[in-house]
């Protein structure tokens, strides 16, 4: 039955395609008005926008969980995106709507269109300003490597970094109208995706002996679990790591480029989600290039004067991910459905709207009343002078 809705209907096709990243949410990727993206062209941007950042980030989400239960919630999690897809599908083919939002309208009328748009424009849009906290405090690590470069130097400044980057790379290369132009760019974050990983395993195993042991590191589950499902794409693993780590210098070089060309594919959602409430799905060339400035202006000024995102990361997780991928989908299907209630599709449908109204409520609660640190640039333990010959001698070249 599941195979045959498929085959249906795809209903993120023709006018939206279904979006999920590390981030565990669903948004509505823009339309490509008058471009000919072709499969693997498509194919670059949507595995770029999945895991071209998030799958840095997995590491501080199995922390918060616990790293047995933060692997049955990432296979759980992955289960239902899944299914609350196939639940997209099914609700498209039973209301003859072709989108997200054409389903939610139709199931709850314009208020319930409005709440997804809001919901769908708040994701990414938030994700574009940790994008450029996260490219700041990456590179500025980077650029103080640089032999001449002092502490006084503008390339140590955040602020500047930010906006040298945004107006050299990431407001151009959000201008595009055509998603289909970045699929080079998110060819190459793939690359650097791989690099990075490589760069991971390669400290894993030389700097596993200068880690000091953490009391029940291997603990089934912690309190934070709630969190740790809003949060999967959350956290930066190249705090770990040493400053006068060349092979991690290079790896934060690398993460902060794969950030800069992940960036212009959440403005494209942002700008879609705008063009589609207020300009009935088409922006002349004068507006797109005015939303597009003003959603860059606003994302880029929230992230110069606060640099600390944990807390709004993990209530946007909550507050916006587990809505768009738990709640809304089951609720329309629910509203829509012909089946007898006791019917599988019903019943579980009716336990994962649930579930997402629990992860809502406690996982609110538990981030008001336990905020995430906020730390920037500490250095371990283990990057300490004391430490310093035998962690350098234990580097392989690179």
């Not at 080079?184 to 990983?197: M, W």
């Not at 594919?265 to 300009?279: K, S």
Request: negative net charge.
């Amino acid at each position: 039955m599941e195979q045959h809705a498929r085959q249906e209907r795809q209903l993120p096709s023709s006018a939206h395609q279904i979006e999920t990243d590390d981030r565990t949410a669903l948004v509505c990727k823009p339309r490509t008005k008058g471009g000919n993206s072709d499969l693997p062209s498509a194919g670059f941007n949507v595995i770029n926008s999945i895991i071209g950042s998030g799958i840095i980030g997995l590491p501080y989400s199995m922390k918060e969980a616990g790293f047995p239960l933060g692997v049955l919630l990432l296979v759980g999690v992955a289960y239902i995106t899944d299914y609350s897809i196939i639940l997209l599908i099914k609700g498209g083919n039973l209301s003859g709507t072709n989108s997200y939002q054409e389903l939610v309208n139709k199931s709850y009328g314009f208020i319930g269109y409005l709440i997804l748009s809001i919901l769908q424009f708040l994701y990414p849009f938030i994700a574009m300003i940790s994008y450029n906290i996260i490219t700041g405090d990456t590179l500025t690590k980077v650029f103080q490597t640089i032999p001449g470069v002092g502490p006084d130097n503008l390339l140590t400044y955040r602020q500047v970094i930010i906006l040298c980057i945004t107006i050299i790379f990431t407001l151009p290369m959000s201008l595009y109208r055509d998603i289909a132009k970045l699929a080079k760019v998110s060819f190459i974050s793939l690359i650097l995706t791989t690099v990075i990983l490589i760069i991971v395993m390669i400290r894993t195993a030389t700097l596993s002996p200068l880690v000091p042991k953490t009391e029940n590191a291997w603990i089934f589950a912690k309190s934070n679990a709630i969190q740790a499902i809003g949060v999967m794409s959350f956290g930066d693993i190249f705090e770990n790591y040493c400053r006068d780590d060349d092979l991690a210098t290079f790896g934060r070089f690398c993460y902060g480029v794969t950030i800069i060309l992940t960036f212009p594919i959440e403005c494209f959602v942002t700008r879609e989600v705008i063009a589609n409430v207020f300009f009935s799905g088409t922006l002349t060339t004068i507006l797109h290039v005015a939303v597009t400035v003003i959603v860059v202006a606003v994302a880029t000024s929230i992230s110069l004067v606060y640099d600390c995102l944990g807390i709004v990361l993990e209530l946007n997780g909550i507050l916006s991910a587990t809505p768009l991928v738990f709640i809304i989908p089951t609720a329309c299907y629910l509203k829509l459905s012909e089946e007898r209630w006791n019917h599988s599709d019903n019943l579980i449908s009716g336990l994962i709207l649930t579930v997402g109204v629990l992860l809502m409520t406690v996982g609110f609660v538990m981030t008001i009343l336990h905020p995430q640190e906020c730390s920037h640039g500490k250095e371990m333990v283990y990057c300490f002078p004391n430490n310093a010959s035998l962690y350098n001698s234990t580097l392989p070249p690179f």
